[in-house]
């Protein structure tokens, strides 16, 4: 079945770490979205792509670095600069311009 | 600048009552979509509905229906017949036309929590 597979769904961070979440697409789609979910708050886009090797910045992309190598692929780095990492991390993909299809989330905890 | 107001932060009900969800937006495009999204205890978005500015017909699926007003901004969202399988976080979100090579963007209210009991 066509999807979008994050990996790990749960991550735990220790201060001044990077990590690196995974996002795996096999829906053929160009775009690719992430991100950030707070508890009572809606979603905010951290980056999106339109086409590989290219990426964009969203509207909170201070402290995370993305790559676009494979169509198939959109994974996303936490840095240490991120002062408040802790959060639920979704990934999306579309068709551009058409309704985004939403993976099922890797929940990120500072230690 | 685009906004999403759910004002409904919980919403509580017993089995087979009907709910209505609000959802107020912003905008000033002329064209936009409007959105319905259903997260469960799961995490995943699934998506439920995405409606035009053109298009004000009300929609029902199943026990789904949405109520799209133009005059009051607003995209209600009501489940007939409410189901323990129903309680999740609902959001509505909002995005501008699709203009060729630009992301449009989405923009999400912060979801209203609806909790089903038996």
Redesign the interface.
């Known amino acids: 079945d066509g999807g979008i597979t994050q990996s790990p769904k749960y991550l735990f961070r220790k201060e001044g770490q990077n990590v690196t979440l995974s996002c795996e697409q096999n829906l053929n789609h160009d775009?690719m979205y992430w991100y950030r979910q707070d508890p009572?708050?809606?979603?905010?886009?951290i980056y999106?792509s339109?086409i590989v090797n290219d990426f964009?910045k969203g509207d909170i992309a201070e402290g995370y670095s993305v790559s676009r190598e494979k169509k198939e692929s959109f994974p996303l780095t936490v840095t240490s600069a991120q002062k408040n990492p802790t959060a639920?991390y979704?990934c999306?993909s579309s068709i551009?311009?058409q309704?985004?299809?939403?993976?099922?989330?890797t929940?990120l905890t500072v230690v | 600048a685009q906004k999403v107001t759910q004002a409904q932060t919980e919403i509580s009900v017993v089995e087979k009552e009907d709910v209505t969800l609000d959802c107020v937006y912003e905008t000033r495009d002329t064209t936009y979509y409007l959105f319905w999204y259903k997260q469960p205890p799961s995490g995943e978005l699934v998506f439920l509905i995405r409606r035009n500015s053109f298009d004000e017909q009300n929609e029902i699926s199943g026990r789904y229906s949405w109520n799209f007003q133009k005059s009051t901004s607003s995209f209600n969202f009501t489940i007939t017949a409410s189901q323990v399988v129903d309680s999740a976080v609902y959001f509505c979100a909002l995005s501008e036309a699709f203009s060729g090579g630009s992301n449009y963007k989405l923009t999400f209210g912060k979801g209203t929590l609806l909790t089903v009991n038996p």
């Open positions: 775009a009572g708050q809606g979603l905010r886009l999106y339109q964009q639920f979704l999306a551009l311009g309704t985004r299809t939403f993976g099922s989330g929940r």
